[in-house]
């Protein structure tokens, strides 16, 4: 459908841009010649064609958008959406029966391929019938290559989509069939992006289930910890005009912290800091879903959005009393401004220069704490940035390690003198200078909790 669309919308901008060159060059020969005719016209044929190419590409967008969110196709998109945002099997499970069984009116069996463990069948006779799952099993081994494929009356693949009677997705071993009678009504643009999502949420679900298993069941920490950090980047990005560096030291080899960096385009990028609350296995469980909702959310720039993803994948989690604080903004070097929702983080500052030294500008919290209590309307808060200006992002792991006396950093003249007088350097000997500050400061006691910073100098 979404093909067949894109291609009237081609062939006709094409005709009308060839008609009406034709009428231009017939107009213009009489009053010129020939050559000079057809030179005019070849010029005005280049500009139409780059406005048709800009307005075809819209209305093909328009299009899509139509197609995927419009009528069958669309109950396939909800599902997505709502795969999307499923971490855990009984999230998939709950999606299932609320899109593809009570909207859609499809049947749905879901099989472990390695074992034949059926995890899931929808309450009907086809895919209650054992005969169905034991046909499946036969057809579709374990081996089966990854994809998406329909299938016909005899529970077998079938080329032509318009003989089909549902399709399925295999991926790590596991196959999802749905059984829909009109399964040819849904566009054929819809099933590879099904496909991808199914694949991520597998993705997703075995990474928590091993952090769960290996802490539940074998206490393995330094394992669950290299998962964990698996999640933050393993190297900072290179990005144009802006000179980026972290510091990340857990108290325990499970941490709470979790920072990114994620380029949007050359001149747009995702900066984020933040800290879950407690230590242990529910911390980093909360870490790790907050990082991959980050980064499989499609719309980045809306950051309201953003900070709503997540605050509902946390309370999808169920996991009593947890929650994250967190700086989420947008750093845009061609604009230079930043736009950002400050969850409830009490460190992040600009600090900027001035004619009489550099003067530290807090980037204050417009939003509560996420995953725990009902979210208000979002707020997204703008700065202007200036050359050479540093943001620095930190947990209270570093504003709140004391001294012998009890005295807070962040309460302290030391910490923002030292932060001032080391403004001019390099985003990294910037971080190592607040972090050896942090150590110093504590003198010889055991820290009392993560320490996480990220600072970016803006280059102009």
């Not at 596991?174 to 099904?194: A, E, M, P, S, W």
């Not at 004619?355 to 939003?367: A, E, F, H, R, V």
């Not at 940035?385 to 807070?408: H, P, T, W």
Request: hydrophobic share 40%; proline share 2%.
């Amino acid at each position: 459908m979404f093909k067949a669309r894109r291609r009237i919308i081609v062939f006709t901008s094409n005709i009308v841009i060839g008609l009406i060159c034709v009428f231009l060059t017939l107009y213009l020969v009489p009053k010129t010649s020939f050559g000079v005719s057809v030179g005019i016209a070849g010029v005005i044929f280049t500009i139409l064609l780059l406005v048709s190419v800009n307005l075809s590409n819209n209305a093909i967008e328009r299009v899509q958008d139509k197609v995927l969110t419009t009528y069958e196709t669309g109950l396939l998109t909800k599902f997505i959406e709502r795969l999307r945002f499923s971490y855990t099997v009984d999230d998939f499970i709950e999606a299932i029966h609320d899109v593809l069984e009570d909207e859609a009116d499809c049947s749905v069996l879901y099989v472990d391929a390695e074992t034949n463990y059926i995890i899931y069948n929808s309450p009907d006779r086809l895919t209650a019938a054992e005969k169905t799952s034991n046909q499946l099993e036969m057809n579709f081994p374990e081996s089966w290559k990854d994809g998406v494929y329909f299938l016909g009356d005899e529970l077998g693949v079938v080329s032509n989509i318009r003989n089909s009677r549902g399709f399925f997705l295999s991926t790590h071993k596991k196959h999802l069939y749905v059984f829909c009678r009109y399964t040819h009504l849904f566009d054929n643009l819809i099933y590879q992006r099904l496909f991808e999502e199914f694949e991520r949420f597998e993705d997703r679900s075995k990474t928590i289930a091993e952090l769960t298993e290996i802490a539940g069941l074998s206490q393995e920490w330094e394992q669950l910890a290299e998962t964990q950090r698996s999640f933050l980047p393993q190297k900072i990005p290179e990005i144009s005009k802006l000179d980026i560096a972290a510091y990340f030291r857990p108290l325990v080899n499970v941490s709470g912290d979790y920072y990114t960096v994620l380029p949007m385009d050359e001149h747009k990028t995702l900066v984020m800091l933040g800290d879950v609350s407690g230590k242990g296995l529910a911390a980093a469980l909360v870490m790790g879903l907050v990082m991959n909702t980050v980064k499989i959310i499609g719309n980045k720039e809306d950051l309201a959005g953003v900070v709503k993803a997540i605050d509902k994948a946390i309370k999808g989690m169920h996991l009593q009393d947890k929650y994250t604080v967190l700086f989420i903004g947008i750093i845009d070097t061609e604009k230079m401004t930043i736009r950002y929702v400050n969850a409830s983080m009490s460190d992040p500052i600009i600090v900027t220069r001035a004619p009489d030294g550099y003067k530290i500008k807090p980037l204050t919290s417009n939003c509560s704490l996420i995953g725990i209590i009902d979210l208000d309307e979002v707020e997204v808060a703008e700065q202007r940035l200036f050359r050479d200006d540093l943001i620095l992002m930190a947990s209270d792991g570093v504003s709140e390690v004391m001294d012998e006396n009890g005295v807070e950093l962040g309460d302290t003249e030391l910490y923002l003198n030292t932060i001032k007088n080391s403004a001019y350097k390099s985003a990294h000997h910037i971080i190592n200078d607040i972090a050896d500050l942090v150590l110093s400061y504590n003198g010889d006691k055991k820290l009392r909790d993560d320490v996480t910073m990220l600072t970016v100098k803006v280059e102009g």
